[in-house]
């Protein structure tokens, strides 16, 4: 069970993030979230964390974002992956790299099931083929605490190796897994004590129960 932490804005949140077991630690980029980071800010963390170990995917998250500058900022700041997060069309994926960006989709449905066939990139040992958020708002990219719909990310997980995300919390992120069974967790409000901080305690919590669910289905 893959466990992303989303929205790390401080070296120390994302040391209690890898020390609780996170597979991957997600940067914003979006100038309107309460967990953006500025590129340089992004540098800094991710060279810091790196450093200090233990191993882990960096992922920066893009709402809108031109393909030549996510593939910039990934360089600067020394990402692993792009997590497109906006209204991006498919030819995104294609020009930001193989194998170096995958989609979040917001909506549930028929309309989950054709954005699914349209975004879905070929996976990797550290990279879903799509993430299914929360439908949400206009001008809303996730981070919203708001719940994604369960029974369309389970029909999705049976036929692509899902990302899931959307309120989760420590408190139902066993449910989720055992209903849904997909390939990975991403939580960002749900482990935070405040908008753009993590609390640790909660953060070992998700990731002991998402790994605890999984393991008794494995």
């Not at 309309?111 to 990139?121: M, P």
């Not at 069974?181 to 953060?203: F, Q």
Request: hydrophobic share 45%.
């Amino acid at each position: 069970m893959i466990v992303k932490i989303c929205g790390v804005t401080v070296v120390e949140d994302g040391i209690a993030a890898l020390e609780a077991g996170a597979d991957m630690l997600g940067f914003n980029f979006y100038p309107h979230s309460p967990r953006f980071v500025s590129p340089e800010a992004c540098r800094t963390l991710v060279s810091a964390l790196l450093a200090h170990g233990p191993p882990f995917v960096a992922v920066g998250v893009f709402v809108d974002c031109a393909p030549g500058e996510v593939r910039r900022l990934m360089q600067q700041c020394g990402l692993h992956l792009a997590q497109l997060s906006g209204d991006e069309p498919p030819a995104d994926l294609c020009e930001i790299g193989p194998g170096r960006a995958f989609k979040a989709i917001h909506c549930s449905g028929a309309l989950a099931a054709e954005s699914a066939r349209q975004y879905a990139v070929t996976p990797g040992e550290t990279r879903p083929a799509l993430l299914l958020d929360a439908a949400a708002g206009p001008g809303q990219y996730g981070g919203t605490g708001l719940s994604a719909d369960w029974r369309v990310a389970a029909g999705l997980a049976i036929d692509y190796p899902l990302l899931l995300a959307g309120g989760l919390r420590p408190d139902n992120v066993a449910d989720a897994v055992r209903t849904v069974r997909p390939w990975g967790v991403d939580v960002a409000s749900g482990v935070e004590s405040r908008p753009g901080r993590k609390d640790p305690a909660r953060m070992r919590a998700f990731i002991e129960a998402a790994r605890s669910a999984a393991a008794s289905h494995a």
